[in-house]
């Protein structure tokens, strides 16, 4: 799964990038890397873009560069609901 | 080291790590801000005083997360960090701030730092907070693991920040023993694997991640419904200061502009030096500075909400409604500021990394309806659209108002949406960006932040308006007419031997406004407005408002004196806008004695202010943020191109619907 999918409340670590460009450098910079854990926070207002918890920082991503980035669900991280990511995701918990 | 001997201190750091208030602790407010050459990106400089009695220079390099060079900010900090920056040397120490509860993210670019070679010391900021928070940095450890010396600082208390000077006059004694071993090659996964052993190391985190100020605040600040009123409710007091209470000041400032015109006119002998004066420079000048409040206001207001962490949190929230239109939510404050002005607008853009995403804002903020087309919206609604009210409630000059912003916005983010679908698409950075802790506002960053940049809108704006105000003055005022001169005196002196007192005033008043209107009509800029005629004929503008047009190139605002010149009325004091009012509804064309302004025309003037691009400040703040004349004639174009076609589309589409 990707970033994107990740409900508020979630956490992730991530795997890896999906496709290689060079925008997601920065990215990386930032702290994405691989076997780094990451925790949804919380959506803007219209779902997009999301907010990060990482490496003890906030982080601002949108959900289309999100999608970049593959993770699998971290099953210790505590999955508490804040509020909803977009109509869209909202009853996709299960996924 | 600088040539004179005197030796270089570096800031460096991520942004959001108080890398600022560290600068201002440890040089005062004592400082000097420039840009670096070529690039619009703020250098500032300031000094310090070392207890050995050495004074060395320090310099304060823009906030990056990496040396690894993508946008200018990272770029200058490169080359001043391997000495190739032109006009900056080789910094002899460089003090790495870090934020204590971020270490981790702060240590990418701190370990590229360390690589580098040159002495170094890392200040661990905001210990207060981390402390808080229930983190435990071992700073010996710290300083084991990366060879660097750390030192814990807290740069909002002056009191805190001693161990960092003791630090820096100590290193700065030191011989440089380290080797550079920085490579760029090295991917963030190896880096950051190196960070994690450092972190693990000297770093323990709280058993259980306590739930902070900040993320109560956040809770409400981004709440899908509470966090957009709260939006909206600052947005509405920040328009509200600028437009209502900046005008007090204002009018402080334009009366003061006055007085100092009739003060010069007395001191100057009367002649060309004394029109230069009083209506090139200080006219043109005072043009700029009667702007100063709005402007200031605006900067304190962008600098509050930077230093306390609210406009990240704007940004996210509007990040979704800008991607609409191509932009992205850091696009919104320069575009809301250019309703005030648009070189403050313009100057905001900075914080926008991304390239395209930069440029297209730039090129859209000046179709944001700036304060200075205000007045002459409400000019020509109050001369030609009836006082009704829509409904007992809605008035309808309130409303042609209102719609004239609405076609501004509408069409700007229009505009925005085509220049990123075609030649401004895609992005080179990813839009991401940094949530920072809640911080209390400092009063000095923000103010000495609110200084830095008005006095460059000052220099800026200030610089060319100046220039250009002597070059408009003398398209106004020449070539001299000795005859209508002459003729006018000898029509003076008949009047004064007929008359006396009261009539005699009258109508050497008169003499005088036929006189300006006569030398107008005869000046270089009257001929351009008669030249330009055919090409406004379709929009229903005769040559009068030609010169209008072409005077207000300088700044939109002249329109409004170049009309009062053409039409006769007293130009100075009270009443002005009166008898300027009553002179529109009656002006009648001399051909053909139809009146030259009806309702339609008024409102095809007006569209036409909405899109032009006349402001001089403009040209040279879009040619100065650009850095190319291209971009800023192309802007001047498609403006003019605009608000061509939209008076058009107004005047010859109301004539067809059968308005006047």
Known sequence: MTLDVLLPGEGGIIEGYSESKELHHRLKELGLVEGTRVRVRRCAPWGDPMELSVRGYHLSIRKEDAKCIRVRRDEDAPASRQCGCGKKHRYRGGL | MTPGGVREVALVGNPNTGKTTIFNALTGLRHTTANYPGVTVERRAGSLKLKNGETVSVIDLPGVYSLLPRSPDEQVVHDVLFGTQKGTPLPDLVVVVLAANNLERNLYLATQVAELGLPAVFAINMWDAAREQGLEIDLDRLQMMTGIPCVATVGTDKKRVPGLLEAVERELGRAATRRRTFDPAVAPEVRYKMIENIVAAAVRHPEEERRTVSDRIDRVLTHRVWGLLVFVGVMAFVFQSIFSWARIPM???????????????????????????????????????????????????????????????????????????????????????????????????????????????????????????????????????????????????????????????????????????????????????????????????????????????????????????????????????????????????????????????????????????????????????????????????????????????????????????????????????????????SARSQDTGKPVYTPLVAVALMVFYVFACQCFSTYAVLKRETGSWGWTFFTIFYMTALAWGGAFIVYQGGRLLGFQ
């Open chain 2, 251 to 585: 009018e402080w400032i334009s009366h003061g502009m006055e007085h100092l015109a009739l003060f010069a006119r007395v001191v100057l002998p009367d002649g060309a030096l004394e029109s230069l004066i009083v209506d090139g420079v200080i006219g043109g000048v005072g043009n700029v500075v009667v702007f100063l409040p709005q402007i200031m206001l605006l900067f304190f207001f962008i600098s509050f909400f930077e230093d306390t962490g609210y406009m990240a949190r704007a940004v996210f929230v509007l990040d979704r409604i800008m991607k609409m239109v191509g932009l992205n939510g850091k696009a919104f404050l320069p575009l809301l500021s250019s309703f005030a002005c648009t070189v403050p607008g313009v100057l905001a853009t900075r914080t926008i990394e991304d390239r395209n995403d930069r440029l297209a804002t730039i090129l859209v903020a000046p179709l944001m309806s700036c304060s200075a087309r205000l007045p002459i919206y409400t000019l020509l609604a109050a001369a030609f659209v009836p006082p009704a009210m829509l409904f007992h409630v809605i008035s309808l000059q309130g409303l042609t108002l209102l719609a004239m912003y609405l076609l501004s916005i509408g069409t700007g983010l229009g505009v925005a949406a085509i220049f990123r679908k075609t030649f401004l698409k895609g992005n080179r950075m990813p839009f991401v960006f940094e949530l920072p802790p809640y911080r209390m506002p400092q009063p000095k960053t923000v103010l000495s932040a609110m200084w830095d940049r008005s006095k460059e809108f000052i220099v800026r704006a200030g610089s060319i308006i100046f220039l250009l105000s002597i070059v408009l003055w003398f398209l106004v005022s020449y070539p001299k007419q000795p005859g209508i001169e002459a003729r006018m005196q000898a029509e003076r002196a008949a009047v004064r031997t007929v008359l006396a007192g009261g009539p005699l005033e009258a109508r050497l008043e008169e003499i005088d406004h036929a006189e300006r209107d006569a030398k107008i009509r005869a000046s270089f800029a009257g001929r351009l407005g008669r030249a330009i005629e055919p090409l406004i004929r379709p929009l229903g503008f005769n040559w009068e408002i030609g010169i209008g047009i072409v005077a207000s190139f300088a700044a939109r605002e002249l329109l409004i004196s170049t009309l009062a010149i053409v039409h006769h009325v007293k130009t100075e004091g009270e009443g002005m806008t009166e008898g300027l009012i009553r002179a529109l509804q």
